[in-house]
């Protein structure tokens, strides 16, 4: 197959994809930071969620959220 042709398939695959199907991209691979919604009285805390946008645990500095990614086995992404 060259090279025309494979990138035409995988252009036509991606526009296939169903919403849940894009959704689930990097499901167990991507976790995300950042800051949440609720933080109190001046102390910041931030939200991990999965790549889906399901929020897995908040965590009381950047550090631990991030840490916490990666001893689960998971590539962190800092959303702003």
Same mark, same amino acid.
């Given at each position: 197959?060259?090279?025309?042709a494979e990138k035409d398939n995988e252009v036509e695959i991606l526009?296939?994809? *169903?919403?849940?199907?894009? @959704? ?8 995300? +930071?950042?800051?949440?919604?609720n933080s109190v009285a001046g102390k910041e805390h931030y939200a ?5 946008? *399901?929020?897995?645990?908040? @965590? ?8 916490? +990614? ?11």
């Amino acid at each position: 197959m060259d090279h025309n042709a494979e990138k035409d398939n995988e252009v036509e695959i991606l526009k296939a994809l *169903s919403h849940q199907d894009f @959704m689930n991209v990097g499901i167990d691979q991507v976790a995300y +930071i950042k800051p949440h919604e609720n933080s109190v009285a001046g102390k910041e805390h931030y939200a991990v969620h999965a790549a889906d946008g *399901s929020r897995i645990s908040v @965590m009381d500095s950047y550090d631990m959220a991030l840490e916490t +990614i990666r001893i689960n086995d998971l590539f962190p992404v800092t959303v702003h």
